[in-house]
């Protein structure tokens, strides 16, 4: 059988149908592979199965120039933590789970608005301190989200899923930001052409770009200075999309009214400042932490592993 490392523990439904083909490893560990994991990764299996953060840099290859594996199959749709030109240039085959990740994490998009905008878990940390007096007029007074527009930013499989949310549960008006054209987004929506336009529109921005050289802090002090300063900003993306050190200021400053965040740049560290602020809702990447998608998104990771075995087209090449 051919020998497969899983970098971070699975399901046990998906490591049972890798097991029926591979002779699988499972790193007991669920940190991050470092970059001498990698190489020696490189080296000592004939495919690999990584996860978010494993450390698979131009310089993993550059130092296996033979390298054993042949295939990268990536779980997750994010890819980014992989070089891709470099492993192709190995000769390996990187492949990723699209699909499998999209209403999931459109879930978690509507979750962060929701609880940013009706100020839900500071709700929750008055209770749970004993702090709450009991319901009156004026306490903890949100913003209403129903009606109001939505600006999101990439408008994939992911982006038409929240604005398919946004538009049919809550009457939102969408307008939408890309780097192409999209003909038909699902659902009622308007592309917006310039970036800060659609900032100065949008009640509530949400991310949902890939991480890339190009979205590398898409939205930095100017394009926070763009926004409503009674806007929102929701990050299901990767978190260095965001320029946090220019987030924490413009939220510090008022700038803008608060911010939901599931992702961080430089996961896992959260700043303290963010902490410390009541206006921001702090999810621990909770984006696809669901049994049967974390399931769904191992199936189509070892599907991918199988075709490579078998010879076939690879179902999600990147």
Request: glycine letters at 8%; charged letters at 20%; a negative charge.
């Amino acid at each position: 059988m051919p020998s497969l490392l899983i970098s971070r523990p699975l399901p046990e439904a998906v490591l049972a149908a890798a097991r029926a083909r591979f002779d699988v490893e499972v790193r007991d560990t669920t940190v991050p592979m470092t970059h001498e994991e990698c190489v020696a990764a490189l080296g000592a299996h004939d495919a690999i199965l990584p996860t978010l953060g494993d450390a698979f840099r131009a310089e993993a290859f550059a130092a296996v120039p033979e390298p054993r594996a042949q295939i990268l199959a990536n779980f997750g749709v994010g890819y980014n933590h992989i070089d891709v030109p470099a492993a192709r240039a190995a000769g390996l085959a990187v492949t990723n789970t699209p699909g499998a990740v999209t209403d999931a994490t459109a879930d978690i998009a509507m979750t962060l608005i929701l609880m940013t905008c009706r100020r839900a878990g500071e709700g929750e940390r008055m209770v749970r301190a004993n702090a709450w007096a009991g319901w009156h007029p004026t306490q903890l007074l949100g913003f209403h989200v129903s009606e109001k527009t939505v600006g999101i930013i990439g408008m994939g499989r992911i982006g038409k899923a929240i604005a398919k949310r946004c538009h049919g549960g809550f009457g939102m008006d969408v307008v939408f930001y890309n780097r192409s054209r999209v003909t038909d987004p699902g659902m009622p929506a308007r592309q917006i052409d310039a970036l800060p336009d659609l900032l100065g529109v949008a009640d509530i921005v949400v991310l949902a770009v890939p991480a890339t050289a190009e979205t590398h802090h898409l939205i930095g002090a100017e394009a926070l200075a763009a926004m409503k300063p009674t806007g929102f900003l929701i990050n299901i993306a990767r978190g260095d999309v965001i320029d946090e050190a220019a987030l924490i200021a413009a939220l510090k400053a008022g700038q803008i009214a608060g911010a939901g965040l599931d992702v961080y740049e430089f996961e896992p560290e959260v700043p303290a400042a963010l902490k410390a602020l009541e206006t921001v809702t702090l999810l621990p990447h909770l984006g696809t932490a669901a049994l049967e998608v974390r399931e769904a998104m191992g199936m189509m990771a070892v599907e991918n592993l199988l075709a490579w075995q078998d010879g076939r087209a690879l179902p999600n090449a990147v």
